[in-house]
């Protein structure tokens, strides 16, 4: 198939799916057109089958707002028509799905019928699709889309809650290609970080109010008075200087490493002992699996599509959002025994494997072909 793939080149984790998924279709044989506005993070090497198509949004000083929508809509029917595009697969609603739909449009008028999947992932729906300058849009393109998928169930019935969708969702999950996120010996990193062999707990996101990064430091200084530890913060965003002030109020900053943006999060899943995503709300927690897949159990909050991944009592646990003294519980009860913890460590990675992308993988382009079949 030629299948066109729209996304956010960012280090977000729709545009991670998105972009390890066209990876992935190309390396079976598919050929893959990324159309963004700059080039994907992950993508960032040579493969005979993926493309990369740049959206150029031209400033014009009347634009307060560059109708980036515009932009990508036109670059489709662009694309779409030279490279005769069997499919188009949007990742994250919006402006993505409309701009499909719209492009789609255009196309009718040439003869040509693309049909379009949109794939929510979880801010599209859960924070800013449900936003009232937002809503019928949302709903109107996820409605005209030929596919429709949601990377959980709870991601779906959000949906169905939310927006009056006709629509039949079909929940594909995420996956990790464990080829690339898997145990690897680190030992030289593992004693720089952790020089008198303490525990190594890691949090990785975009530091937003929703993964509520205050909650990692406070649960961490919990652990702190029984289990001697250090934090790894990996990522950057809003919250970062209010997470770092925290450090200092708590007295906690010793012990606790913030990294930044980090390519190889790979390289530091592999020195961590305990992952945390105390999460307002999660729709899947991509970041959580790819620590699991580095064998770390993890202790999130069970909001979202996070119990869909994580399984309480054995690939770590589930506790409430905000509740800081189970999290900081369940994390000591991993971390205290090293049986305890070894066994934690193997579920984690037993429960990934079931996200394995050789598995997935069929079932997008089964998907694929059900939608082109029907359109
Ligand atoms: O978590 C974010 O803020 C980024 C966001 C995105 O759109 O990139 O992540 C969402 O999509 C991921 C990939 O499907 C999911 O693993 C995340 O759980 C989801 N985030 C939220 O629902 C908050």
């Not at 693309?114 to 809503?135: A, C, E, F, R």
């Amino acid at each position: 198939m030629k299948i066109g793939i729209v996304c956010y080149p960012t280090f977000g984790g729709s545009g991670v799916v998105a972009t390890e998924l066209g990876k992935g279709l190309a390396a079976n044989g598919h050929q893959v057109h990324f159309i963004t506005y700059s080039q994907p993070a992950r993508l960032d090497f040579f493969s005979a089958n993926l493309f990369y198509h740049e959206v150029s949004i031209s400033k014009y000083p009347l634009f307060d707002f560059p109708p980036y929508e515009l932009a990508l809509a036109s670059k489709l029917v662009d694309v779409v028509r030279f490279e005769k595009l069997d499919l188009l697969h949007v990742h994250y609603a919006i402006p993505h799905a409309s701009a499909a739909f719209m492009a789609k449009q255009i196309l009718e008028t040439y003869g040509i019928r693309i049909p379009v999947v949109t794939t929510l992932h979880g801010t599209d729906i859960t924070l800013v699709g449900k936003d009232p300058s937002y809503n019928p849009v949302v709903t109107f393109s996820i409605n005209q889309s030929d596919g429709v998928t949601a990377v959980s169930t709870n991601l779906k019935e959000d949906t169905i809650k939310h927006f009056e969708v006709a629509k039949d969702i079909r929940v594909i999950p995420n996956f990790i290609d464990l080829t690339r996120f898997s145990l690897k010996p680190r030992e030289h990193f593992k004693k720089a970080i952790a020089p008198g062999d303490e525990r190594i707990l890691v949090h990785t996101s975009n530091f937003r109010r929703v993964k509520r990064t205050s909650d990692v430091i406070k649960v961490f200084q919990k652990i702190q008075e029984k289990v001697r530890c250090k934090l790894l913060m990996v990522g950057d965003g809003p919250d970062r200087v209010n997470a770092e002030q925290l450090c200092r109020d708590l007295g906690v900053c010793n012990d606790v490493r913030f990294l930044g943006k980090q390519d190889a999060i790979e390289e530091i899943l592999s020195v961590a002992d305990l992952f945390m995503m105390p999460s307002e709300s999660e729709s899947f927690g991509l970041a959580a699996l790819e620590a699991m897949a580095c064998s770390v159990p993890v202790v999130s909050s069970n909001a979202g599509g996070l119990p869909e991944l994580n399984v309480d009592g054995v690939t770590g646990f589930l506790d409430d959002v905000g509740d800081i003294d189970r999290m900081a519980a369940h994390a000591v009860y991993i971390l205290e025994d090293n049986d305890r913890l070894a066994t934690f460590k193997a579920a984690a990675l037993a429960r990934a494997k079931e996200f394995d992308l050789g598995l997935i993988l069929p079932v997008y382009e089964n998907y694929y072909q059900e939608v082109i079949d029907q359109v």
